[in-house]
């Protein structure tokens, strides 16, 4: 929900280097040495063609459904999946073009990663990297762009309502054909709070060498663990230009915005909206040129370091059937949140799960000797009358649920018990659905963790 910065603060001073190239590279640079790729798009493909569906999520409309509405930012455009708004340029870049209609009607685009669990090694280093050349326009013709390559945190996925606390790092932000790119870390409350909100924690500077509009740049987010205190680092073209470091923070902020399952990466143009406004508002104005993409090379996540390795996609064997799957390591889920729970070994429960509440694990792998147990940890402080179903489904939420059980109050939300159920017999890798049915609209559940058996 990025409410942006509301006045420029803390411009880095200007260094003159040599320009980083103003032409597409051929694919994704491979890692420095130690460190591993975890994720990455070079963008390649047919000219026209939308994409990767299996990487990126396209958002339409001027919000999420349940969610605030122009995106919680006051931007104006509609965001579509028309390749007139978003499309690979055949030469191995990503294009998103604001456009405006007869009427002064503005769309554009809006992409985000289909995976929400990019978060560093336990003691190493997680980086989010992208080669963007911003639209090439300046002046009274850009008032009122808001381009932008930035992450959130995945617990915003089906609540919407979270923000900030969840944590959002704004690797790239410019609005208004200004040559400088904002790093802004947003956390904590809104309004105010440690991260200043609405404005949030940032820090600006000139791109080096050639403006921000004219060429290439490249621009990295860099969670390190590895030091105590941790430090969040921004840079564009390997120069840093923005840090915060852990002991900035309240120890429940800094949690808040670290312990969940990671983050998911976006990239989008806006049009008008809080930050642009700010500066030169009101925008868009009549003079506003629609048309000027912002052209994406590839974005890549890496990391290093630590005694756990993020997963690769796609995770190589896929994650065990047969481990405790903690709830909170979904990659995807809808209608539910977080909270610390009380459970035996600690961490955190999913909450508010309602009907038609949902959460997708990625590549869990049963095996070649079929498991036909589920397990599940659950609490429930629903009221009398007030019950559902817990189920597994494999690979879309459509197909119909291999197993299930029901569940009423266990005596209080974290009255945890341990309940099995029976399920078709599966083998092989799968994405696992857990699907949550009611006949009633209260909530019903929370889930800690679960597991399978043969």
């Known amino acids: 929900m990025r409410i942006r910065p509301l006045a420029v603060a803390l411009v880095a001073p200007l260094l003159a280097v040599i320009s980083i190239g103003v032409a597409a590279e051929a694919n994704v640079p491979p890692p420095p040495t130690g460190w591993t790729t975890v994720w990455s798009d070079d963008f390649d493909g047919p000219s026209g063609s939308l994409p990767s569906g299996s990487n990126w999520i396209i958002d339409t409309g001027h919000g999420y459904p349940g969610g605030p509405g122009n995106w919680g930012t006051g931007e104006i455009q509609n965001y579509t999946n028309s390749p007139n708004n978003v499309s690979l340029d055949g030469a191995g870049n990503l294009r998103i073009t604001p456009r405006r209609d007869a009427a002064g009607n503005w769309t554009s685009a809006r992409i985000e990663t289909q995976r929400g669990d990019f978060k560093p090694p336990v003691g190493?280093?997680?980086?989010?990297?992208?080669?963007?050349?911003?639209?090439?326009?300046?002046?009274?013709?850009?008032?009122?762009?808001?381009?932008?390559?930035?992450?959130?945190?995945?617990?915003?996925?089906?609540?919407?309502?979270?923000?900030?606390?969840?944590?959002?790092?704004?690797?790239?932000?410019?609005?208004?054909?200004?040559?400088?790119?904002?790093?802004?870390?947003?956390?904590?409350?809104?309004?105010?709070?440690?991260?200043?909100?609405?404005?949030?924690?940032?820090?600006?500077?000139?791109?080096?060498?050639?403006?921000?509009?004219?060429a290439f740049h490249t621009y990295r987010f860099e969670w390190d663990t590895s030091v105590s205190p941790n430090q969040l680092r921004w840079y564009v073209d390997g120069q840093q230009f923005h840090s915060l470091s852990q002991s900035q923070f309240p120890a429940d902020t800094w949690s808040n915005m670290t312990s969940h399952a990671g983050y998911f990466v976006l990239l989008n143009v806006a049009i008008g909206g809080a930050f642009p406004d700010a500066l030169n508002g009101p925008t868009p104005r009549a003079s506003t040129v629609p048309d000027r993409p912002m052209i994406v090379d590839y974005v890549a996540v890496t990391a290093k370091g630590g005694g756990t390795t993020p997963p690769t996609t796609p995770p190589p064997g896929g994650t065990s059937a047969y481990s405790t799957l903690q709830a909170e390591s979904f990659g995807q889920q809808s209608g539910m949140g977080l909270e610390t729970t009380t459970d035996t070994g600690g961490g955190q429960n999913l909450m508010q799960i309602g009907n038609g509440d949902w959460a997708l694990f990625r590549g869990i792998n049963f095996g070649s000797t079929a498991a036909t147990q589920f397990v599940a940890r659950v609490a429930s402080g629903a009221a009398g009358g007030v019950s559902g179903l817990v189920e597994v489904r494999l690979d879309s939420r459509s197909n119909a649920p291999i197993g299930s059980f029901a569940i009423a109050n266990t005596g209080g939300w974290q009255s945890w018990r341990t309940v099995p159920a029976n399920m078709s017999a599966v083998t092989g890798t799968h994405d696992v659905y857990i699907t949550f049915t009611s006949g009633q609209p209260a909530d019903f559940v929370n889930l800690n963790w679960f597991t399978f058996g043969r």
């Open 124 to 214: 190493g280093v997680l980086a989010i990297e992208s080669r963007i050349q911003m639209p090439n326009v300046t002046g009274d013709a850009a008032l009122g762009y808001w381009p932008a390559f930035w992450a959130l945190g995945s617990p915003y996925r089906g609540n919407y309502w979270n923000w900030p606390g969840i944590g959002e790092f704004d690797i790239m932000e410019n609005v208004n054909g200004i040559n400088s790119v904002w790093g802004v870390l947003h956390c904590g409350v809104n309004p105010g709070g440690p991260c200043n909100e609405t404005t949030g924690l940032g820090a600006s500077r000139a791109c080096p060498g050639s403006t921000c509009q004219s």
